[in-house]
């Protein structure tokens, strides 16, 4: 694997990766997490892998010359070894790249930054203090199990040298979640997130939510709503990042796959079934997305405990932080929420056919 690292150095990734590998003489696993990232990139297939790797190694340089984060380097270790196709191990190595591209890329804007040990014996932790009275959760969501399951099998059940199987990644196949898209995948991105509260009462919350190492999704998929044009149709839909934050229950409207406004009726949409999280935990402060191509930030304006003037200052110098994709107020929390207002009403103006 070595030798693609003049490669790679030359499309922008630094030393920080091969140092360590080269220090500690590690053997990089062509089926490893590492391995796989490498692989891809150097051919130049992948641009997931190679913003995964980027991130890894900004973290890493920052991480490695911290007296802190000791931990990083074992992390990584278990990230160039062998994952023997297994979806939990895939899962958790996910969750150690995902805790390490957190933790380096806070670290480079917020120098006080450390792991947080003090409840670490219980249920109720974040995963960092950022500095006085701020704390930061680290949240991988993962593709559907059974989706890579069946799609395992389906490949290996046909012959030939052209194979095809459908699959739902992201929300999967079962039940209702073909029909109702959004809904489903707003169950999926934060569930956990509503059942496990890891907030500190009192302080700034934020949420690092990694949409990179999992979904693999970009920026693009974090607006509230989109359309895409096929032939003479306009197709309108939403993925439903931005509604699963603060979407409102019966109000946030979503339109079923293959939507057209010309042709729509009340039957081409559904509501949201659930609260966004930010009207549920007024206790989170903020959201951080890190997505393939860029970073962006969520601040919830139904808040207990805002984000100070100095961490949202801090926040915008991080690494490829995307203003444009970001919801943040630096004047007045009421603008914020009657921005988020007024999305939802457009939305719903926009999927109703009678004035």
Not at 6 to 29: D, T, V, W, Y
Not at 212 to 228: H, Q
Request: charged share 25%; hydrophobic share 40%.
């Amino acid at each position: 694997m070595l030798e693609d690292s003049e490669h790679l150095i030359k499309m922008g990734i630094s030393r920080a990766i091969f140092n360590l590998i080269e220090q500690e003489k590690l053997f990089i696993h062509p089926d490893s997490y590492i391995g796989k990232i490498i692989g891809t990139v150097s051919f130049g297939n992948s641009s997931q892998n190679f913003n995964k790797l980027l991130a890894l190694d900004i973290s890493l340089d920052r991480l490695l010359n911290s007296e802190h984060f000791d931990w990083a380097k074992s992390k990584f270790i278990r990230l160039t070894q062998n994952i023997k196709s297994s979806n939990e191990n895939l899962e958790v190595n996910s969750l150690f790249a995902a805790e390490i591209i957190a933790a380096g890329l806070l670290l480079a804007v917020f120098p006080e930054t450390k792991p947080f040990y003090e409840f670490k014996c219980g249920n109720k932790s974040p995963d960092f203090i950022l500095g006085r009275n701020t704390y930061t959760e680290v949240y991988c969501p993962q593709k559907s199990k059974s989706e890579l399951i069946k799609v395992e099998n389906k490949l290996v059940e046909q012959n030939g040298f052209v194979k095809a199987v459908i699959s739902y990644p992201l929300i999967g196949s079962d039940g209702q979640a073909k029909v109702y898209q959004t809904n489903k995948f707003i169950d999926k991105i934060l569930n956990k997130k509503r059942t496990i509260d890891q907030s500190i009462i009192g302080a700034e919350n934020i949420l690092w939510i990694d949409l990179l190492n999992g979904f693999e999704l970009s920026m693009k998929d974090t607006v509230p709503y989109t359309s895409i044009n096929f032939a003479e149709h306009t197709f309108v839909g939403s993925l439903g990042v931005w509604h699963s934050f603060y979407g409102q229950k019966d109000v946030s409207l979503f339109a079923h796959e293959r939507t057209d406004l010309k042709f729509s009726d009340s039957f081409c949409f559904y509501k949201q079934k659930r609260n966004g999280l930010f009207r549920e935990r007024p206790a989170l402060s903020a959201a951080i997305l890190f997505a393939v191509d860029g970073i962006a930030i969520f601040e919830n304006p139904w808040a207990t405990v805002h984000l100070s003037m100095q961490n949202k200052i801090s926040i915008k110098k991080i690494f490829r932080f995307r203003p444009e994709y970001s919801y943040i107020e630096f004047s007045n929390q009421k603008l914020l929420i009657s921005q988020v207002e007024e999305i939802l009403l457009k939305i719903q103006k926009l999927y109703q056919n009678e004035a």
